[in-house]
């Protein structure tokens, strides 16, 4: 292998190069990105870069003691990958021949349809998106909030101290109750509202009012909210338009085995684009957490590497299942941390700490099984039910 | 010199967060070493204290970095500038840490309190 490509320079992409570098890969190596940044840090975006504790330079990936030896294609995304060719063909024509290539194409914030021609209607996914935010946050008095997942709750939190007047609009039950359930959820929700932001769960948003400026939502229950700034944070799709007609299939994204590789040899993917089979859940799932970005790109490059050398006897079977995929959020003065999955009729229990004392460990359990755990406040014992979690995953995945 | 705490009260496997300013963690390792180290991740605010001790290295319990209790050097990232160490003793039964009296390195939107402060 004399060339390996890696599309996508954000995190995933850049511990993909890292991992090449690391586990012994000395040919060329290209990053390829669509933003002219090099590679930073996202989750501040909604937090201390938001709230002006944090400058752009904080936020470099990159370290000193890097020693990639890689070209940098940046500011220009890839059009096309021609795997018969072996090629990626770039937006502005170029084309980049390489032996291999690392999908790490991410995701891109959805929208709501119709709100293209307001201006003070914002996403929040890369570090443009943040500065224009905060710009417009500086003037501005009312915020709404579409969407309570992690982006939604955390700018909310954001925007409130910062002395906004914030309402939060979830058609869920509770904030976050996708990623820890409604009954933890409520929990977070009682936060949102302790530190006064209004927290309106259980109602979409049927419009955003305003001419050429967003002046407020229209609820689906027909409550009028006004905003000065309308954020809208219903998740995100995984950027996988440019696969099309190159063979890698694709669903919800790039769809691998359990260790990154996609049908096409010679190809992998990670981070929020790809779809990993998850073995405990039998089924493909995106995961697009930070840790996964982080740290899922080593399986993958060595399920890469190995593939290349596999007619010299190395079969890659010693590849480790990956790790129960593991986040954090910070809002409203708290630090919540989660790992493993959960689903519905999981059942919950307080391990150590109490909800009334927002400082908790709550594990929760299917059957006698512990899937999932969620800390609030409680780091230590938080990190040891998370090594268990891991440590029981491999075991139960140990032939 | 500043007392952190009774040896017999830092059990193996266990670490100690001292109050200090920037706060220090003491760790007492499985093979019965003692270290301390800078509390505060480089990378974000995260005690170490908390973290995940294996060998001589603790793995920060936020995003993961890990740290050489020995060197203070970064094992792993996101975390990019090494944590200072500090000296220990134990005398009496009680351990005492010397400060480093080299610049922290503090993760952005951290600082420190000046002495005297609230």
């Known amino acids: 292998m004399r060339t390996v490509a890696v599309v ?85 024509g170029r084309t980049v021949r390489t032996d291999a290539v690392v999908i790490a194409t991410g995701a891109a914030a959805r929208t709501l349809p119709g709100t293209e021609r307001l201006s003070g209607v914002h996403t929040l996914r890369t570090l443009d998106d943040a500065r224009a935010l905060r710009a417009d946050l500086a003037g501005a008095e009312r915020l709404v909030v579409v969407g309570a997942g992690f982006i939604g709750a955390e700018i909310a939190s954001t925007a409130r101290a910062l002395g906004l007047h914030v309402t939060l609009v979830e058609p869920a039950p509770a904030p976050l109750a996708a990623a820890i359930g409604a009954e933890m959820g409520a929990v977070v929700a009682g936060l949102q509202a302790g530190q006064g932001v209004e927290v309106l769960c259980g109602t979409g948003v049927r419009e955003v009012t305003g001419t050429t400026r967003a002046d407020g939502v229209i609820l689906t229950d027909g409550r009028r909210v006004p905003a000065d700034v309308v ?108 790992a493993g999955r959960t689903g519905p009729g999981d059942e919950i229990t307080v391990e150590e700490g109490s909800l009334a004392d927002r400082s908790f460990v709550a594990v929760y359990r299917r059957g006698d099984r512990p899937v999932a755990v969620l800390g609030i406040d409680l780091p230590r014992p938080f990190t040891r039910w998370r090594k268990r979690l891991a440590a029981e995953a491999l075991q139960s995945a140990a032939p | 010199m500043i007392p952190a705490c009774p040896l017999r009260s830092l059990p193996r496997g266990e670490a100690f967060r001292l109050d200090a300013e ?97």
């Open chain 1, 8 to 92: 996508g320079a954000s995190l995933a992409g850049l511990s993909a190069a890292r991992a090449l570098r690391d586990q012994g890969y000395d040919g060329r190596l290209v990053l390829i990105g669509d933003e002219p940044h090099r590679p930073y840090d996202r989750p501040p975006l909604s937090k201390e870069f938001l709230a002006g504790r944090m400058d752009e330079a904080d936020l470099a990936l990159e370290t000193e003691t890097d020693d990639l030896d890689a070209t940098w294609i940046l500011g220009t995304a890839a059009a096309a990958l021609d795997p018969g060719e072996r090629a990626v063909r770039l937006g502005d």
């Open chain 1, 231 to 338: 954020v809208v944070g219903i998740g995100a799709r995984p950027n996988v338009a440019w696969l099309a007609g190159s063979g890698v299939e694709i669903a919800d994204g790039v769809l691998c085995d359990a260790t990154g590789a996609t049908g096409v040899p010679g190809v992998v993917a990670v981070g929020d684009c790809a779809a990993w089979f998850d073995p405990a859940g039998g089924a493909h799932r995106r995961v697009e957490h930070w840790t996964g970005a982080a740290r899922r790109p080593a399986v993958a490059v060595r399920a890469l590497l190995a593939g290349a050398s596999a007619t010299s006897g190395s079969s890659g079977s010693d590849v480790r299942p990956p790790e129960p995929p593991y986040f954090w959020s910070d809002q409203c003065g708290v630090r919540i941390q989660f």
């Open chain 2, 22 to 118: 920037p706060p220090i963690a003491v760790f007492h390792t499985e093979d019965g070493q003692i270290y301390a180290i800078d509390d505060t991740c480089t990378h974000q605010d995260a005690s170490l204290a908390d973290g995940w001790l294996e060998g001589c290295e603790v793995e920060c319990p936020l995003h993961a970095s890990k740290f050489d209790l020995r060197t203070g050097q970064v094992d792993a990232p996101p975390a990019k500038l090494p944590v200072r160490t500090h000296r220990v003793v134990v005398e009496d039964g009680t351990i005492f840490v010397i400060p480093s009296e080299a610049p922290a390195n503090l993760p952005p939107g951290v600082g420190v309190r000046p002495q005297g402060a609230a």
